[in-house]
């Protein structure tokens, strides 16, 4: 950013940091989601979608250099009052469970890293772009936060142009992801926003890099609107990659060839297939998976049987040998 453009709202943050405004990351959204807070992070949970909106927190240098351990305890979010997605919607789909808000960003403790797998803050990306240049903007953002002291970080699908469902909760498959981080302090103001299609690039992170304003006119969101408007539309409006000061990662996962299978819920499997085969493991003839025997004989797929206080079917896993799971039974 221009330093006369900085120079003309110093005094104007000052005003705003001296407010304490709560809530900066949180967007303002023209969409009836529910808004869910949990220890570290606030999602805005889309039921036509069964996935967060969005998902926006404040990531500082000091919760990057927790200590919480990876637990992979992926799990319905049990705040979701219409019932979040499940982890078998993403069983034998092909997709990822994409973490929006990063277990490495919520190494703060282990209440915190744990709520980082709840259901309602994955999204079903494709392997490689979920390990590949997905993984580097999550690096690319920390390294932000260490060099800031602290931003603010706030991630989401774009459901726009769809690749189709998953699972029995028909969990949209988006066809991109956006970011936007807000470094709000002095004396480096700045903001700048990304947008990646759900798949393998071996692009630098800088070429996907745009302003706040490119990426609200995607998502419908406006960001960071708590800001005095010359503040907002000064930072919003533009964005410089070099100020940041990270290095401009690539990824070595390419767009290869994926594997020509189908998966149950009749979307192209997205798994990466090696060098002259046609078919992933999961895909290629005479596979047969290892079935566990059934200990219980639940109705609709172990799924409780009950209805939530709005008339949709409950999404929780019924309890072993019932049809209901413990809050309906």
């Known amino acids: 950013m221009p330093k006369f453009i900085k120079a003309s709202f110093v005094f104007t943050w000052v005003i705003v940091i001296g407010w304490g405004q709560s809530d900066l990351e949180i967007p303002v959204s023209p969409f009836n989601d529910e808004i869910v807070r949990h220890s570290a992070y606030t999602l805005g949970y889309s039921e036509a979608h069964e996935q967060a909106r969005w998902v926006a927190y404040e990531l500082t240098s000091s919760e990057i250099a927790g200590n919480a351990k990876r637990k992979d305890n992926f799990r319905s979010d049990p705040s979701v009052s219409t019932g979040s997605a499940a982890l078998s919607d993403y069983r034998g789909s092909g997709y990822d469970r994409g ?16 709520e980082s797998f709840f259901m309602s803050n994955m999204s079903p990306q494709t392997p490689s772009f979920n390990r590949g240049i997905w993984k580097n903007l999550e690096e690319t953002v920390r390294k932000m936060a260490v060099l800031s002291g602290a931003v603010y970080v706030v991630t989401g699908p774009i459901f726009s142009a769809p690749q189709g469902q998953i ?21 480096g103001l700045k903001a700048i926003g990304f947008i990646l299609a759900n798949a393998a690039s071996s692009r630098p992170i800088s070429s996907f890099a745009l302003s706040v304003d490119d990426v609200e006119s995607r998502t419908g969101l406006d960001f960071f609107s708590k800001l005095p408007n010359n503040v907002e539309n000064q930072l919003e409006s533009q964005y410089d990659y070099s100020e940041w000061k990270v ?29 002259g085969d046609t078919y992933c493991y999961q895909h290629k003839p005479g596979y047969s998976p290892k079935v566990k025997a059934k200990t219980s004989t639940l109705v609709s797929g172990g799924r409780c049987q009950a209805k939530t206080q709005k008339g949709i079917q409950c999404k929780r896993k019924a309890a072993s040998g019932s049809a209901y799971c413990w809050q309906h039974k």
């Open 167 to 187: 699972g029995d909760s028909k969990v949209t498959i988006p066809s991109s992801y956006y970011k936007v981080i807000l470094d709000f302090r002095e004396p």
């Open 247 to 275: 290095k401009d990662l690539t990824s070595s996962r390419k767009a290869g060839k994926t594997c020509a299978g189908t998966t149950k819920a009749g979307n192209k499997c997205m798994r990466a297939v090696k060098a």
């Open 99 to 114: 973490h929006l808000a990063p277990a490495a960003d919520m190494k703060r403790n282990v209440t915190v890293m744990s």
